[in-house]
């Protein structure tokens, strides 16, 4: 199965892309809407990367963030991560729930967990309706979960799932300009996904 | 002295002016063996339990292929398997949801593999640093086998 991701041409990504594309466009929108203030994204980038670029992307393994992550459910199932420097998190959820009831700068209250997930939450959900309108097929986050330590630790959880030593990642940037919020939203679907995305987007595999 | 980087899903021998560092230990448990007589130390990152593929490609990624492939390396090198010690460290479940499911309890489920895999070859396990919620890296040094293990929230210690 992994030879299957690794066999993958630069037209198949470039059909993930677009597909990415469209999918962070809603969920940046959301999250702006979310937020009252514009987020903007960078066109994700899809690579078929090893175990060890995937933390080299967030700034390496030892990387303290936090990390918001979600299985995909249904007829394309995956992971979903949202990794967060924890400054740009802190400032995220005071533009949500203002500072009230904020953790030292290290830690994060259960106010601004909750404030967090449901930001996963809607991030997730918006991207994936729009995958789910693009592909005709079924599929729903599980409720998040998030952690704050070391990227590489956190990103493992994710990695152990795919059962391959390669990963298809689409990584989009959010960036909020003027007040330095910036995370990587990363979808990774299971190795036997690539090929059901693909034929429902009309795509030859080969 | 030399560091030599293991990678996730990944395993390598040192000598004694070297060490073995491993970064980013969540779920997935290092393995540390050494030799104390011929100061031969060996590292495994692995991710999963168990493979049940004869033709495993990658052995470093699980608990029953890594271990012999360790304890192979390490003999090239010149140590003696009967005189191996193991430390671990990892193995934490860095994410809980409502529903536990078995994706969640994998750490605990690495462990209990690699113990299973020592004890096939009766190293004993003289110090562990396991379960928890926290990630790890950790160094090990061979002049003297010490596992030193850094996390983001609560510090260094050594084993």
Redo the contacts between chains.
């Keep these: 199965m992994s030879e299957e991701i690794r066999n993958l041409g630069e037209f198949q990504l470039s059909v993930l892309r677009e597909v990415g594309n469209i999918g962070a466009g809603h969920a940046a929108t959301a999250l702006s809407q979310l937020l009252g203030s514009e987020i903007q994204m960078n066109v994700p980038r899809v690579s078929v990367v090893g175990f060890e670029e995937i933390s080299e992307i967030v700034g390496g393994s030892e990387k303290f963030v936090i990390g918001i992550f979600l299985r995909v459910e249904g007829e394309i199932p995956g992971s979903i991560f949202f990794l967060l420097q924890v400054e740009s998190a802190k400032r995220l959820v005071a533009d949500l729930i203002g500072t009230m009831g904020a953790a030292e700068p290290d830690e994060f209250s259960e106010m601004e967990i909750s404030a967090l997930q449901e930001i996963g939450n809607i991030l997730a959900g918006s991207y994936l309706s729009s995958l789910a309108d693009f592909t005709k097929k079924e599929m729903s986050p599980t409720p998040p979960a998030i952690a704050v330590d070391m990227a590489g630790a956190i990103l493992s959880i994710g990695l152990v799932q795919l059962g391959a030593d390669y990963a298809l990642l689409v990584d989009t940037e959010f960036v909020q300009g003027e007040r330095n919020i910036e995370g990587h939203f990363f979808m990774l679907p299971d190795p036997g996904s690539v090929s059901i995305l693909f034929k429902s987007l009309g795509v030859d595999v080969q | 002295m030399t560091v030599i980087r293991v ?3 990944d395993l390598n021998v040192a000598g004694v002016e070297e060490s073995l560092r491993t ?6 448990v290092g393995i540390a063996l050494y030799d104390p007589h011929t100061k031969v130390s060996g590292l495994a990152h692995i ?2 339990p168990t493979s049940t593929n004869a033709n495993e ?2 052995r470093a ?1 699980y608990a029953n292929t890594a271990v012999p492939l360790l304890i192979e390396l390490m003999e090239k090198k010149g140590a003696n398997k009967r005189r191996l010690t193991a430390k671990l460290a990892g193995g ?1 479940q ?5 529903g536990q499911s078995d ?2 309890r ?1 750490g605990p489920r690495n462990v209990e593999a690699v113990k299973e895999a020592l004890q096939l070859y009766t190293i004993p396990v003289v110090a562990e640093d396991t379960g928890g ?5 950790i160094e090990l040094f061979s002049a003297d086998g010490s596992l030193v293990i850094r996390t ?2 609560q510090g260094v210690s050594t084993l």
């Design positions: 990678g996730m899903a970064t980013g230990l969540g779920s997935c991710m999963l490609s990658n990624k934490a860095m994410f809980t949801f409502a994706l969640m994998i919620n926290c990630g790890r890296t983001a929230k």
